[in-house]
T-cell receptor, first 115, second 114 residues
Framework: AQKITQTQPGMFVQEKEAVTLDCTYDTSDPSYGLFWYKQPSSGEMIFLIYQGSYDQQNATEGRYSLNFQKARKSANLVISASQLGDSAMYFCAMREAERDDKIIFGKGTRLHILP | SQTIHQWPATLVQPVGSPLSLECTVEGTSNPNLYWYRQAAGRGLQLLFYSVGIGQISSEVPQNLSASRPQDRQFILSSKKLLLSDSGFYLC?????????????FGAGSRLTVL
């Protein structure tokens, strides 16, 4: 059964606006980690941000922040002040402690930043 | 520092031919190793992962197999390719045992089956 859901196949956003990419997950494990990756057209996978299930604060990395709502099982990526270079595919991923070595991905959201 | 190498970068193969994609990691020992497949415009599907030499977990059996003959080497194989095997194959590694350890990916292998 699919455990990571990204409901936005594609998004178009004006440059300099903030962007929220949605991710919901399903797990019964109390200990898990959530990741976001960026995939430009070159195909490389770039790690953006990590959130642990026991982390008290939302993770932030520069212009990236993770809006973690544990009760809703939601881990949305927020990109502030979007740039043309942010145009890419974005993937949400999860690692469960009881299956610590298995990491699964959502289907991704293709983000287009408009000039 | 750790590096991951994956080859070949591109491959065009006829249906029914065999496949071998290789991945090696440098600068670390006993990594967790992963093979993912990405169909055109789609998400990453976990195919195999390995936590040690000879230990392979399969998520999508189909006609693909994986082997880990050495600690830092991971090989994806097929005896007879299908059209549906076309896609972008990504090898990745991580340190095991902790949820915060991220996946680091290779540059990928683009396979076209004709």
């Amino acid at each position: 059964a699919q455990k990571i859901t990204q409901t936005q196949p594609g998004m178009f956003v004006q440059e300099k606006e903030a962007v929220t990419l949605d991710c919901t997950y399903d797990t019964s494990d109390p200990s898990y980690g959530l990741f976001w990756y960026k995939q430009p057209s070159s195909g490389e996978m770039i790690f953006l941000i990590y959130q642990g299930s026991y982390d008290q604060q939302n993770a932030t990395e520069g212009r990236y922040s993770l809006n973690f709502q544990k009760a809703r099982k939601s881990a949305n990526l927020v990109i502030s002040a979007s740039q043309l270079g942010d145009s890419a595919m974005y993937f949400c991923a999860m690692r469960e402690a009881e299956r610590d070595d298995k990491i699964i991905f959502g289907k991704g959201t293709r983000l287009h930043i408009l000039p | 520092s750790q590096t991951i190498h994956q080859w070949p970068a591109t491959l065009v193969q006829p249906v029914g031919s065999p496949l071998s994609l290789e991945c090696t990691v440098e600068g670390t020992s006993n990594p967790n190793l992963y093979w993912y497949r990405q169909a055109a415009g789609r998400g990453l599907q976990l195919l195999f992962y390995s936590v040690g030499i000879g230990q392979i977990s399969s998520e999508v059996p189909q006609n693909l197999s994986a082997s880990r003959p050495q600690d830092r080497q991971f090989i994806l194989s097929s005896k007879k390719l299908l059209l549906s095997d076309s896609g972008f194959y990504l090898c990745a590694w991580s340190v095991g045992g902790s949820g915060a350890n991220v996946l680091t990916f290779g540059a990928g292998s683009r396979l076209t089956v004709l």
